[in-house]
């Protein structure tokens, strides 16, 4: 039988649902909400709704951005014709961090996954494309995940990109196999972008 109120219990059974959060997680950040001035927790609510709201995907690379283009394919000083492929908005963030990268990107929005129902036409490969014909791209690294479904996605890419004359290389050493970008250090992320092969 739970102690809490009813309106906790809600809020529990919301915060639960966001990845990493258990419920034990859950009752820590509600005591924290509890403790907190109401004036910051409407500032967070705030910012939470100001970010849904405004929050889009970029019409060129799929990253995040809060106009029709985003910051790093508005920027003049970074390489246009050097594109890394990316599955997530997070990996974009996690290469960043790094430093060493100085092209633009295309956010596949995830990875062929065969169990989960998503193939080669859920993800946003078509405008890749659209980007390559254009004509002014001369290499892509592909840096998806090095699990099964990066690896899967990787391979396809290959095999659709080099009869296209481009050169394509996947990230290098540094990335353990069945881990995700988002979660490695800028330091390793780094070796891995300068240890690319050719594919």
Request: proline share 3%.
């Amino acid at each position: 039988m739970t102690t809490y109120t009813d309106s906790i219990e809600k809020l529990i059974e919301k915060l639960i649902k966001l990845p990493g959060i258990g419920r034990r997680s859950a009752e820590r950040i509600i005591t924290h909400i509890l403790d907190t001035p109401k004036d910051e927790v409407s500032a967070l609510s705030e910012a939470i709704l100001k970010t849904k709201e405004s929050v889009r995907f970029c019409r060129i690379c799929n990253n995040l951005s809060e106009e029709e283009i985003c910051k790093i394919c508005q920027d003049l000083h970074r390489r246009k014709d050097l594109v890394c492929i990316v599955e997530k908005a997070s990996d974009v963030t996690a290469i960043e961090k790094a430093g060493s990268f100085h092209g633009v990107y295309h956010v596949l929005m995830g990875a062929i996954s065969p169990l989960e129902g998503r193939g080669p036409n859920d993800l946003k490969i078509n405008s890749l494309l659209a980007r390559i014909k254009e004509g002014s791209i001369k290499e892509i690294i592909i840096a998806t995940d090095a699990d099964t479904e990066g690896e899967t996605t990787a391979i396809y890419l290959t095999k659709l990109l080099k009869p296209l004359g481009i050169k394509v290389s996947r990230i290098g050493v540094g990335i353990p196999m069945g881990s995700n970008l988002e979660y490695a250090d800028s330091l390793t992320l780094s070796r891995a972008l300068e240890a690319r092969r050719e594919i």
